[in-house]
């Protein structure tokens, strides 16, 4: 920015004596001692005109040329440690001037951080991000700046001042620079901060547009969605939904952030254990994830094929679809998961927190109607219909018999019992059932699985339905 403006005459002037004056608490005061080696730097100021002109009216010309002076001298040595490719730009050059604009006029009150310094800062940080700039950059030239500037104020106060004032004018111009630095420091760290969960959230959202976009059937462009979700659609997907019971954990606005973060822990944990190579995570909602693994040669694992103990604890529910490929495979997949979610939080509430689509599947082909697959069940397992742990254990066994198509030995071996135990147990189990084990044994092995997944919000109640009992067997007593 230029000026039409006549250069300051600069005086040469004996340091006066004396205790320091009253208007040392003065902006004017310190601006007395401000001289530039060359009055003409004013025409380089960079600050906005009404800046310029409050700066000019407190401190005078002198001032506002040293400030341009001093500015230089910091771009310069900046300049020296900045790449060739990333040159100090105009935005930082006002930045630098705006500080040591600021610093002078603390040395005389206490200023507050300007909104043009905040705004400068900001231009220069959405500049710099994108270059891979990071704070821990900005605060090392911080340091610099302010070495510059303290040299050069200690200079003019030595020069300026009488002996007897220097130790307190060093200690003013320490203190109010070391001040000055660390509120500065905190202004650009949360100017990074900032800007950071801008991008992120802008990001995010142009993710989370695409990603619905493609579940609602839009055309896909394999190439965009590729750049923007860093995700390959063509892969062979496994899509999940997960999220939390907030019934069981504490709300807090707080561990949002560490809720997702979390969910997205586990999903990644598990699309790896299933084999996937890479990773699309979408948080939607404050503790919601919607999750998809790739592979590319070869379908994922299914959740219900996973490691027990790669599982979540109790308070995180996963749904998982089936596997499929590309595109169509990537909504198919996700679609059974968020139906199997619905489920869970109606009909299917309390029957655990892993929802597995193929170990459902029948009570969605059902329409999942719980009523319905419940008489189902309680109807084939007759007195098994019972959660009594000496029950559970004989349908268990019982399910692993069927599972080994009858064999005794395999079922001893896979439950790592006795073969004897096992005659016992199923033998048991048949009386309880009040009917042979090969009649209807498909629709058995049906009411013995959906039991098995799904016993408490089948199996609520014990035993054999009362209204089921002979009628008046006890009457009378």
């Known amino acids: 920015m ?41 025409e380089s100021v960079l600050t906005g005109a009404r800046e310029v002109d409050e700066l000019v009216a407190d401190a005078g010309l002198a001032a506002a040329a040293w400030t341009a002076e001093t500015t230089q001298l910091i771009v310069d040595q900046l300049s020296c440690s900045s790449s060739p490719d990333n040159p100090v730009s105009p935005a930082e050059k006002r930045l ?3 500080t040591v604009t600021w610093t002078l006029y603390r040395l005389a009150r206490a200023e507050p951080v300007p909104g043009y310094f ?54 003013e111009i320490t203190t109010t620079l070391f001040h000055s630095m660390s509120l500065l420091g905190d202004e650009i760290t949360l100017a990074f ?40 659609l063509s892969l062979h997907h496994l899509g999940l939904v997960l999220w939390y019971d907030e019934d069981t954990v504490p709300w807090c606005d707080d561990d949002t952030r560490n809720w997702t973060r979390e969910l997205e822990t586990v ?43 790669a599982l979540p604890g109790g308070h995180v529910h996963v749904a998982g679809g089936l596997p499929a490929e590309g595109v169509a495979g ?13 489920l869970s939080r109606t009909v299917l509430a309390g029957s655990g927190n892993i929802h597995d689509y193929r170990t459902l599947e029948l009570f969605v082909l059902m329409g999942g109607d719980v009523g319905r697959l419940t008489e189902f069940v309680r109807r084939e397992l007759g007195g098994l219909a019972d959660q009594e742990r ?88």
């Open 390 to 477: 000496p029950v559970v254990t004989l349908r268990e066994t019982l399910k692993c018999y069927l599972d080994s198509e009858r064999s005794t030995t395999a079922t001893a071996e896979r439950l790592r019992i006795a073969k004897n135990t096992v005659a016992y147990r199923v033998k048991k189990a048949e009386q309880l059932r009040s009917r042979p084990i090969g009649q209807d044994q498909l629709r058995l092995h049906l009411a013995l699985h959906l039991a098995e997944r799904m016993g408490p919000a089948l199996l609520s109640g014990r035993g054999t339905p009362k209204e089921r009992r002979p009628a008046g067997r006890n009457r009378g007593r």
């Open 118 to 171: 905040r705004r400068e800062l900001g231009q220069c940080v959405r500049e710099r991000l994108a270059n891979g700039s990071t704070p821990e950059s900005w605060l090392h030239a911080l340091n610099d700046l302010y070495a510059v500037l303290t040299e050069r104020l200690l200079h003019a106060a030595a020069t300026g001042l009488p002996p007897e004032q220097h130790a307190t004018a060093m200690q």
């Open 267 to 309: 999903a990644t944990g598990l699309l790896r254990e299933a084999g996937c190579s890479s990773t699309l995570l979408v948080p939607a909602g404050s503790a919601r994830l919607w999750a998809w693994g790739g592979r590319v040669h070869g379908l994922p694992a299914e959740l219900g094929e996973l490691d027990p103990t």
């Open 2 to 42: 230029t000026r039409e403006c006549s250069p300051p005459v600069v005086e040469n002037r004996e340091p006066d004596s004396g205790e320091v004056p009253e208007e040392s608490k003065s902006t004017y005061f310190w601006a007395k001692l401000l001289h530039p080696a060359d009055p003409a730097a004013f």
């Open 193 to 232: 901060l900032a800007e950071r969960r801008r991008q992120s959230a802008g990001a995010a959202a142009e993710r989370a547009k695409l990603v619905h976009g493609i579940l609602d059937g839009a055309r896909v462009n394999a190439e965009r969605a590729h750049r923007h979700l860093g995700y390959d």
């Open 330 to 342: 990537f909504r198919r997949s996700y679609g059974q998961a968020a139906t199997l979610e619905h």
């Open 96 to 98: 630098v001037e705006g």
